[in-house]
C-alpha cells in the first residue's frame, strides 16, 4: 500500500501564492508519475499538472505559467507551487501517484481564493 499526506492548502487572497506539497510513503518502490488534480463543490475532478519521473511537466491552460509541479525523489514528495492565484482556483486539490501501474490517491487539501 502506498500512503499519500498532502499539506499547504490553505486561504488566500487573489494574486498570493501557496505551496502544496504530497509526501508518499509505504510500499513505493519507484513512484512513476506524480500529478495534482483539483475539485471544486458540483464540478468534475479536473488535471492541474503532471510530471513524469525525470519528465517534462504537463499543464492545462487554465494553470499554464502560473502553477508548477516539481517533486523530490529522494524524499518520494511532489510539490504544486501556485502563483497568481485566482477565485476560480478555489477547489480541495489531489495528488495522484502511480507506483507500479496502480494510481493512489491522497486525502486532498481546501485551497481558497478570495477575490
Known amino acids: 500500500q502506498v500512503q499519500l499526506v498532502e499539506s499547504g492548502g490553505g486561504f488566500v487572497q487573489a494574486g498570493g501564492s501557496l505551496r502544496l506539497s504530497c509526501a508518499a510513503s509505504?510500499?513505493?518502490?519507484?513512484?512513476?508519475?506524480m500529478a495534482w488534480y483539483r475539485q471544486a463543490p458540483g464540478k468534475q475532478r479536473e488535471f492541474v499538472a503532471r510530471?513524469?519521473?525525470?519528465?517534462?511537466?504537463i499543464y492545462p491552460n487554465s494553470v499554464k505559467g502560473r502553477f508548477t509541479i516539481s517533486r523530490d525523489n529522494a524524499k518520494n514528495t511532489g510539490y504544486l507551487q501556485m502563483n497568481s492565484l485566482k477565485p476560480e482556483d478555489t477547489a480541495t486539490y489531489y495528488c495522484?501517484?502511480?507506483?507500479?501501474?496502480?494510481?493512489?490517491w491522497g486525502q486532498g487539501t481546501q485551497v481558497t481564493v478570495s477575490s
Open positions: 495522484k501517484v502511480t507506483v507500479m501501474t496502480y494510481d493512489y
Open positions: 509505504g510500499n513505493i518502490a519507484g513512484i512513476g508519475d
Open positions: 510530471i513524469r519521473r525525470g519528465g517534462t511537466p
